[in-house]
């Protein structure tokens, strides 16, 4: 019999979980703040129940998507969350971009009820949602991660056992500041090639394919190119993720200069009203 499994969050990448989830035939009950944005899944299956406890009560596996650490501390440990209706051999697994901190919080509470847990953010933006291909980065222990893996191999196709609690915050981090640059470089790249008068779609054709390519080159530039800063990620959530890392590197007395300016470009693109747009609108930082 299939794991029933709890989903809370329903953004732009939950939602598209949910439906693979339902897809490959799990029972999926849920829960998110506003009830009419989860109508749709409603309709299509899924189950709602009204609070995080009741999901936890009602199922085997709860997966978090939630937006901030405050979000996922709120989830996890009010009076109605889901450690609330925890029970025993009960698995949570927070696929949120949080803090190495939280997961390990979460991680030593889920120990004391006899219940497992696991940090597995994941990248691959809405694209990688929708199509089931997201990267998987997981922490906590090996147990549980087998356990669950069949449910992993539902959301994603590069599913990796990083370690104790936290490392799969901490490898998510590593994601973020590798994108945090490169999307400087891929869009300084479009900038210039526009000065230069080049056709763009001619110019990425030609290096895309080389060893200037990426993931944000390939699946992000072309949507600059037809003016769509729709997100796949939001502004203000690379924002919030950008200042985790830099936390992170302070404690560990590193500098990391190419994130900080990042941060400063999107932190200036959020003041002028882009946080609840794409990463791809960093191109208006020189519009």
Not at 154 to 178: D, P, R, S, W, Y
């Amino acid at each position: 019999m299939e794991k029933k499994i709890g989903f809370i969050g329903i953004g732009v990448m939950g939602k598209a979980m949910v439906r693979n989830l339902m897809k490959n035939g799990y029972p999926v009950f849920i829960y998110t703040r506003t009830k009419e944005k989860a109508e749709d899944l409603l309709s299509e299956g899924a189950h709602w129940k009204a609070s995080p406890k009741e999901v936890a009560e009602e199922t085997d596996v709860i997966i978090t998507m939630v937006g901030y650490p405050h979000d996922v501390e709120s989830v996890y440990f009010d009076d109605n969350g889901i450690f609330a209706g925890a029970g025993k051999g009960k698995i949570v697994i927070d696929m949120t971009t949080s803090t190495p901190t939280m997961a390990k919080k979460i991680f030593e509470e889920a120990e004391k009820l006899g219940m497992d847990a696991l940090d597995a953010p994941v990248s691959g933006g809405d694209i990688g949602a929708k199509n089931g291909t997201l990267s998987i980065m997981a922490g906590g222990t090996e147990e549980a991660f087998n356990e669950v893996r069949p449910i992993f191999a539902v959301l994603g196709n590069n599913i990796v056992f990083q370690g104790e609690a936290g490392a799969g915050q901490h490898t998510k981090m590593c994601n973020q500041i590798a994108i945090a640059s490169n999307m400087i470089g891929v869009t300084e790249a479009l900038v210039y090639a526009q000065k230069a008068g080049l056709d763009p779609e001619k110019m990425l054709s030609s290096i895309s394919t080389g060893a200037a390519g990426s993931w944000s080159m390939s699946n992000l530039i072309p949507r600059v190119l037809k003016d769509d800063f729709s997100p796949g990620f939001f502004i203000k959530h690379f924002i919030k993720d950008m200042g985790i890392a830099l936390d992170e590197a302070k404690k560990m007395g590193l500098e990391l200069p190419g994130l900080a300016l990042a941060e400063k470009m999107y932190k200036t693109l959020a003041e002028k009203g882009e946080e609840d747009s794409g990463t791809q609108a960093l191109i208006k930082y020189w519009r």
